[in-house]
T-cell receptor
Framework: EAGVTQSPRYAVLQEGQAVSFWCDPI?????LYWYQQPRDQGPQLLVY????????NSQLPSDRFSAVRPKGTNSTLKIQSAKQGDTATYLC?????????????FGAGTRLSVL | QQKVQQSPESLTVSEGAMASLNCTFS??????FRWYRQHSAKGLEVLVS????GEKEEGRFTAHLNRANLHVSLHIREPQPSDSAVYLC????????????????FGIGTLLSVKP
């Protein structure tokens, strides 16, 4: 069974540039999550979807970050006008059902450096 | 707000010696706890999930949960150099809306190094 696939693996930007991250979850998983993991910190939830609907985006900086999952399968996370503070690894995860009793399976992440 | 703290920040053990990692949390109403492992440049791999007080074993990995003491630990039996990685404790909290409203809170991790 294929795991969670993310691309690109690495991205290097100048401040003010835009970038998009792509995630393909495990087939059949209805719930998809985006986490941000700054260096030497634990992952922090940005947004998660059940099918195509956003369930929680309260930690997503809405002025520069956006996330979509239009068909309830793949998802894209976009940063407009990146800042140095956005430097982190962006992790995508998926699960069958919500986070409470169900295991999240993570992709390898996209490591972003904003210069 | 649930706070998750891990100790030690880093740990070095010799191959074959038991490794013990600790995690404390602030909200005792949580009932889902997981330990993940993160190798450099790789995604998170779930090791053990535990939902009630006591012990849960998955191969060489054993989790102990004591919610009264707000503590969950991970013990690695016969660690090998390939177990060198960051180990993350994750605690699930229930948000305000139904079964879809759970959220994982992670600690910052313990860096484990296993020396041959």
């Amino acid at each position: 069974e294929a795991g969670v696939t993310q691309s690109p693996r690495y991205a290097v930007l100048q401040e003010g540039q835009a970038v998009s991250f792509w995630c393909d979850p495990i087939s059949g998983h209805d719930t998809l999550y985006w986490y941000q993991q700054p260096r030497d910190q634990g992952p922090q939830l940005l947004v998660y979807f059940r099918d195509e609907a956003v369930i929680d985006n309260s930690q997503l900086p809405s002025d520069r970050f956006s996330a979509v999952r239009p068909k309830g399968t793949n998802s894209t996370l976009k940063i407009q006008s990146a800042k140095q503070g956005d430097t982190a690894t962006y992790l995508c995860a998926s699960s069958l059902g919500g986070q409470g009793a169900n295991t999240l399976y993570f992709g390898a992440g996209t490591r972003l450096s904003v210069l | 707000q649930q706070k998750v703290q891990q100790s030690p920040e880093s740990l070095t053990v010799s191959e074959g010696a038991m490794a013990s990692l600790n995690c404390t949390f602030s909200d005792g109403t949580s009932n889902n706890f997981r330990w993940y492992r993160q190798h450099s440049a790789k995604g998170l791999e779930v090791l053990v999930s535990i939902f009630s007080d006591g012990e849960k074993e998955e191969g060489r990995f054993t989790a102990h949960l004591n919610r009264a003491n707000l503590h969950v630990s991970l013990h690695i039996r016969e660690p090998q150099p390939s177990d060198s990685a960051v180990y993350l404790c994750a605690v699930s909290i229930t948000m305000n809306y139904g079964s879809s409203g759970n959220k994982l809170i992670f600690g910052i991790g313990t860096l484990l190094s296993v020396k041959p």
